[in-house]
């Protein structure tokens, strides 16, 4: 049983898993299991929330496994940028000195 780890990307898991399978050619369900189990719990409920059957049953084919894990993660990682950047992003410049002046801008 592998798990991706904090901060891991989704990516690298996804490899990881891939190698793992080559030596274990664990069947498709299975694989799916384990794919579900070892993920971050933000993609498993991302996951829940887009398709609420998506973690119940395995993807036709074994190469659709991987990508709906990858797509999924990607999908997480990439809202979490985005609210990284909104919350680093220069406030802007009448906003920040309306505060300053204790008033709301306008």
Known sequence: ??????????????????????????PRDLLWEYLITG???????????????????????LEMCFEAITSAGMEVENERIREQFMHNAPK????????ARGKKPD
């Not at 993920?39 to 084919?61: F, G, I, W």
């Open 92 to 99: 802007p410049k009448e906003q920040t000195q309306a505060a």
């Open 39 to 61: 993920l971050q719990p933000e993609v498993r409920e991302y996951m829940k929330q887009t398709n609420k059957d998506s973690l119940d049953v395995a993807p036709a084919r």
């Open 1 to 26: 049983m592998e798990f991706q780890k904090a901060g891991e990307l989704i990516k690298d898991y996804v490899s990881r898993m891939r190698t793992l399978n080559i030596v274990a050619s664990l």
